[in-house]
C-alpha cells in the first residue's frame, strides 16, 4: 500500500476581526503570506505479514467439541462470527486507518487493501461489530468521525462497504468498541464511556435504520483504565467478556454474565506489565477452541500474540510480526487505545535559512526522517504556529501572524490579530468535537476562538482568563489527562510547567491547574507533537541549546516519564511547533 498525503492551501474565508465574524470578503489587495500552499512529502507503509492460526473453518463458528460452543448450545445460541471477517474465511481481519487519513485492511490469509477509496473526513475510531442484520453478506463497520458522527458501513468486503446509518452527537464518548454479544440475540452490541468514566451499553437492535436501542448505564469508574478491549467469549460459558488495563499496566478480565442487572463480574487480574503495548488488538477465535485471541503492539511496533486459555486468562505470547513492522499505523479498528481526534500527526522545524522541514511521528516514541515542507527559504521570517486540525481532514494545520492578519492554511481569516502575542490549538476545547483556537494578548488576556470544523473561519471569541503573560510558552496537542478533552501545557519563564485540564465548556475552558515539573527552561524549544507512541495521550519533546532532543511520554495521565533521548543537531532550527 503506498500512502501519499497532500495539503492544499485553504481557498479565500470570510474575514474575521478580534472577535466579530464579518460578511464582507477580504480586500484584493491584502497582503500575502510568506508561503500560502505547500505539498508535503508521501509517506509510506506496507502491512507486515502477521504469524496466526488460519484454520479456515468457515462461518460456522467453533467447532461442536469446543468449550464455546458447549457452553452456547447450552444456552441456545451459537458462537457469533467474528466481527472483523471481510473474506468471508471465519478469521478475523485487521482494519486500520493510515496517515494519510484513509482506511486499509490486511487479511489474516494474505491481502487486503484500501477500504471505501479516500476519505474526506478521515474516521477518529473503527469499531468492527460483525453482521448486525442476520442477513448474510458481509460484517458491518463502524466509524467514529473527529466531530462525533457515528456511521455504520453495511456488508464490508476487503475494499468496500456500503453506508447504511448515520448518527450524530457520539462525541460525548471518548471511547467506543465492541465486546461481541452481551445479551445472546446473536448480535454484537456497542459499549461507550463518557468523559467522566460512566460505562454505557447499547444492545443491536439488528436494524439498519436504528442499529441501536437507547443506553443503558453500566456504572461509573471505567476511567480507572487507559484501554478497554472488547474480547468476545474467553471463560467458556458463551458470553461476551471484556478486558481493561489500568495505567500502572495491570490487565483485568471482566466476565460476561448474561444477567440483565449485571452485566459483567466483578474484575480480576490477569497480569502486570502490559503497559509495554501501546494497543491490543482482539481478533477473534482464530484455533477454534472456544476462546478469543488478542494481538499486542509494543513501543517498537512489533506485534505480540496471545492466545485464550478459556478461563479468562492468556496463554504466553508469541512474536507475530517482524521488529517493528506495525509502528506505521496510527489507530486500529477494535483497538483498545483511546482514539486520537483533532490533534497533531507530526512536528514543523524551520532553520536559520527559513526552510521547513516535517517530522512525521511514527507511533513508537520517534520521529520519521525529515522532509522539507515547501521551497527553500520559503518561510523566513513567518510567524507561525503549527495547530491541531481545525477541520475534520486528519491533517493539521498552519496559522501565520502576518500585517496584522491571521491566516490558517495560507488561507485570509480575518484582520486585527497583531493584538496577539501567542496562539495555541490544542484540539477541541469546548465538547463540540471541533478544534478551537487560543490567542494571548500582550496584556497577558487569553482568548478562546471557538472552532466551526472548518479551516476557513472560526467563531467569536470568548476570554478564558488573565495572567497568562507570566508563561512564555504555551502549547497543546490532543488530550493529557485520558478524559478524552483536549488540554493546555503552560510553561513559567522559572521552568515551572503546567498541564491546564480541559473541561469541554467553552465559559470555563479550563479546570484547577496541575504543576507536573520544574526546570523545563532547560530547553530551548518545548514542543506538543500530539501522540507520539500511539497510546492514546499527548506528548512533549524539548530540545537544549546544544541541540539534544528529548521526549517525555505521558505515563499517567496528566504526567509525564523520564525524558528519553531521541535526537541529536536540532540546534539547527530557530522555530519547532
Request: proline content about 6%; some cysteine; aromatic content about 10%.
Amino acid at each position: 500500500m503506498h500512502f501519499t498525503r497532500a495539503r492544499l492551501a485553504a481557498c479565500t474565508a470570510l474575514v474575521l476581526s478580534a472577535g466579530m465574524l464579518l460578511a464582507t470578503p477580504a480586500s484584493a489587495d491584502r497582503p500575502a503570506p510568506p508561503h500560502a500552499a505547500v505539498e508535503t512529502p508521501a509517506t509510506d507503509f506496507t502491512a507486515p505479514p502477521l504469524t496466526r492460526p488460519v484454520p479456515g473453518t468457515g462461518r460456522a463458528g467453533a467447532p461442536a467439541g469446543s468449550a464455546g460452543a458447549a457452553a452456547a448450545a447450552a444456552n441456545g445460541s451459537r458462537v457469533p462470527d467474528p466481527l472483523s471477517d471481510f473474506d468471508d474465511d471465519g478469521v478475523s481481519d485487521l482494519i486500520y486507518r493510515g496517515w494519510d487519513g484513509n482506511v486499509y485492511t490486511s487479511l489474516a490469509a494474505e491481502g487486503g487493501g484500501a477500504f471505501n477509496g479516500v476519505h474526506s473526513e478521515p474516521p477518529k475510531d473503527i469499531i468492527p461489530i460483525g453482521n448486525q442484520d442476520a442477513v448474510g453478506g458481509g460484517p458491518e463497520v463502524l466509524m467514529l468521525s473527529p466531530q462525533g458522527t457515528l456511521t455504520m458501513y453495511a456488508d464490508a468486503t476487503p475494499t468496500s462497504a456500503a453506508l447504511a446509518w448515520q448518527g450524530q452527537g457520539w462525541e460525548i464518548y471518548n471511547k467506543l468498541f465492541s465486546p461481541g454479544d452481551v445479551n445472546d440475540d446473536n448480535l454484537a452490541d456497542l459499549l461507550a464511556r463518557d468523559t467522566a468514566g460512566n460505562l454505557y451499553l447499547y444492545y443491536a437492535t439488528g436494524k439498519r435504520s436504528a442499529p441501536f436501542s437507547a443506553r443503558v448505564n453500566l456504572g461509573p469508574g471505567w476511567n480507572t483504565y487507559d484501554q478497554l478491549i472488547g474480547f468476545g467469549d474467553n471463560n467458556g460459558d458463551g458470553w461476551a467478556d471484556l478486558y481493561a488495563r489500568d495505567t500502572l499496566g495491570t490487565l483485568y478480565f471482566y466476565a460476561g454474565t448474561g444477567d440483565k442487572n449485571r452485566r459483567f463480574a466483578p474484575r480480576f487480574a490477569i497480569g502486570s506489565g502490559w503497559n509495554t503495548y501501546n494497543t491490543i488488538v482482539p481478533v477473534g477465535d482464530d484455533n477454534d477452541d472456544g476462546s478469543g485471541e488478542i494481538l499486542a503492539r509494543d513501543a517498537k511496533g512489533t506485534f505480540w500474540y496471545y492466545t485464550g486459555r478459556g478461563d479468562g486468562t492468556l496463554a504466553p505470547r508469541t512474536q507475530a510480526s517482524t521488529a517493528g513492522g506495525w509502528e506505521g499505523v496510527p489507530q486500529f479498528g477494535g483497538a483498545s487505545n483511546s482514539p486520537v481526534s483533532a490533534t497533531k500527526e507530526g512536528v514543523l522545524a524551520r532553520d536559520s535559512a527559513g526552510t521547513m522541514f516535517w517530522y512525521r511521528s511514527r507511533t513508537d516514541g520517534l520521529l520519521s526522517k525529515r522532509s522539507q515542507y515547501g521551497p527553500a527559504g520559503g518561510w523566513r521570517g513567518a510567524d507561525y504556529t503549527h495547530l491541531a486540525s481545525l477541520a475534520p481532514d486528519n491533517w493539521s494545520d498552519i496559522a501565520q501572524l502576518f500585517d496584522n492578519g491571521l491566516y490558517v492554511d495560507g488561507g485570509y481569516i480575518g484582520s486585527g490579530w497583531g493584538v496577539y502575542n501567542a496562539l495555541a490549538g490544542p484540539g477541541d476545547l469546548t465538547g463540540d468535537g471541533k478544534a478551537d483556537l487560543l490567542a494571548r494578548d500582550r496584556s497577558g488576556d487569553l482568548y478562546l476562538y471557538r472552532g466551526t470544523g472548518r479551516s476557513t473561519a472560526l467563531g467569536s471569541r470568548v476570554k478564558v482568563g488573565g495572567g497568562w503573560g507570566s508563561f512564555n510558552k504555551i502549547i497543546g496537542a490532543g488530550d493529557y489527562t485520558l478524559d478524552g478533552r483536549a488540554d493546555v501545557v503552560a510553561r513559567t519563564s522559572g521552568g515551572d510547567l503546567y498541564v491546564y485540564p480541559g473541561t469541554g465548556n467553552a465559559a470555563t475552558p479550563f479546570g484547577t491547574r496541575v504543576k507536573v515539573g520544574s526546570g523545563w527552561n532547560t530547553y530551548t524549544k518545548l514542543v506538543a507533537p500530539g501522540d507520539l507512541n500511539g497510546d492514546g495521550k499527548g506528548d512533549l519533546l524539548g530540545v537544549t541549546s546544544a541541540g539534544d532532543l528529548y521526549s517525555y511520554l505521558n505515563t499517567t495521565p496528566g504526567r509525564f516519564g523520564n525524558r528519553s533521548k531521541v535526537g541529536t543537531g536540532f540546534q539547527i532550527y530557530n522555530a519547532m511547533s
